[in-house]
């Protein structure tokens, strides 16, 4: 399968962030941006399969800047290195005060989509070709993060088999 270039797959989306998207502390509600996102993962997954594609995984969401009330988030997102049905997506978020003009990179997240076929069964990804350092970086430790992904799902799997579906007031 012939590979795609990143830019192929990326996806720009920006939004002002207005009071109602705050919370108590007058920051951004951090299940706000997670939704912001995990939407522009997908159209990227979806551009570079061209499939349907389900998420897989959200590895990590790092908040490193709280967001204010009135600026804008510039959410930038790209395929950062492919398996063979899966595809990682890096998504950085810019918070921009539109008033001085600041901007800070506010949030980082790698996140995991898996194409689809006709029957639903995951299929087949063409391979991503990195051109920028940026790009290069993100690709080369691609691998490194998959294997700590597959160590985490694991874990996960041993975890939900210890916990039951026994409802609060059944349990000893």
């Known amino acids: 399968m012939e590979g795609k270039y ?3 797959s990326r996806a720009v989306k920006s939004a002002w962030v207005m009071p109602q998207d705050t919370n108590a502390h007058g920051t951004m509600f951090g299940g706000k941006l997670m939704s912001y996102i995990d939407d522009i993962a997908a159209i990227t997954a979806t551009r570079h399969a061209r499939r349907p594609v389900v998420t ?22 790209f395929v950062s290195w492919t398996h063979r049905s899966s595809m990682e997506i890096f998504v950085k978020v810019i918070a921009e005060d539109l008033i ?38 993100l690709h080369e430790s691609g691998p490194d993060r998959h294997e700590v ?12 088999s210890v916990f039951t579906l026994k409802k609060p007031w059944e349990r000893d």
Not at 67 to 76: F, N, T, Y
Not at 149 to 160: I, P, Q, W
């Open 100 to 137: 001085s003009g600041e901007r800070k990179i506010a949030t980082t997240s790698f996140l995991t989509f898996v194409a689809l076929d006709e029957n639903g069964r995951p299929t087949e990804v063409p391979p991503v070709i990195p051109q920028s350092d940026e790009e290069i970086m």
């Open 149 to 160: 992904r597959k160590v985490r799902k694991e874990n996960s799997r041993k975890f939900a």
């Open 56 to 77: 897989a995984s959200t590895d990590s969401v790092d908040f490193l800047y709280p967001i204010k009330p009135g600026s804008s988030v510039c959410l930038e997102a």
């Open 6 to 8: 990143v830019n192929e």
